[in-house]
């Protein structure tokens, strides 16, 4: 594992697009491709960035109006992060993921004298979901969970995310019981079409959390291996799983952060 570097598990393949385009291209891109962030290249050089967490973040400008603009009238530019950081396809896994975790951001620009790929936080969990390590979701998890209600409106779910400082967010029902959970691809593409399967132009705004929360709830024992709950991520394709202690009484979340300081660990 330690010996492993960012060449070996980066993605050569890389999804781009041109600050030009269309919103709507990069998100039927990330849908097609079931990926979160695109490349945003300019003359073969990128420039940029783009991710759900990006789309989520505008789409709740103050501006009722620009919300309701047309997303095949947005360009890339207006909404993707400008700021790359990158990284040497020798440096070791543990040197990414601090890179990754000092950033808090999900993907790093793999270059040498070119680009070469990118790797993400996604690699990483694949990587280890195929790798046994003696590390337990207690040792990794984070104890903090947000919550919201299941009647929650979808601008208090976004204003909870924002406020906490955290991409997810747990749906309880009366009682206290936990639901579901909702992403920032819930946000983002939740409602990206309606029931009948027509593509919509507008992203509107669903009326209340249980509307787009994900479910069921999937949940790891807090002396679960970290690399069960990273195949069952792989394999559900979902960013994050909760945690239970003996009682089935939530105790912390074991989410994408937690697998890379899983990873350091054991580059230690």
């Not at 991710?51 to 360009?75: H, S, V």
């Not at 929650?152 to 400082?165: A, K, L, R």
Request: aromatic letters at 4%; hydrophobic letters at 45%; a negative charge.
């Amino acid at each position: 594992m330690t010996e492993m570097r960012v060449r070996d598990i980066m993605s050569t393949q890389v999804y781009a697009v041109t600050p030009g385009e269309p919103l709507s291209r990069a998100r039927n891109l990330m849908l097609r491709h079931k990926i979160s962030r695109l490349l945003v290249l300019m003359h073969d050089e990128p420039v940029g960035m783009l991710t759900k967490a990006d789309i989520t973040c505008r789409l709740n400008q103050a501006e009722p109006q620009w919300r309701r603009r047309p997303i095949d009238q947005i360009p890339v530019q207006l909404v993707m992060t400008k700021s790359l950081i990158g990284i040497y396809p020798d440096a070791t896994l543990s040197q990414a993921c601090e890179l990754l975790l000092e950033n808090d951001i999900g993907g790093l620009v793999v270059r040498d004298e070119d680009l070469q790929g990118i790797i993400t936080k996604w690699d990483m969990i694949m990587h280890i979901s195929k790798h046994p390590a003696d590390i337990r979701a207690c040792d990794v998890m984070s104890d903090f969970i947000a919550v919201v209600h299941q009647q929650h409106s979808v601008g208090h779910v976004i204003h909870t995310m924002d406020t906490e400082d955290v991409d997810r967010v747990v749906v309880i029902e009366y009682g206290g019981k936990p639901i579901g959970m909702i992403t920032n691809s819930n946000l983002a593409f939740g409602c990206a079409s309606d029931p009948r399967g027509r593509d919509k132009k507008f992203l509107e705004v669903p009326v209340v959390a249980e509307d787009i929360m994900s479910t069921p709830l999937i949940t790891i024992p807090e002396d679960g291996f970290v690399t069960d709950a990273a195949r069952t991520m792989v394999d559900e394709l979902i960013n994050s799983i909760i945690v239970i202690d003996a009682e089935s009484d939530v105790i912390g979340i074991l989410d994408q952060e937690s697998i890379l300081r899983g990873i350091i660990m054991l580059g230690e």
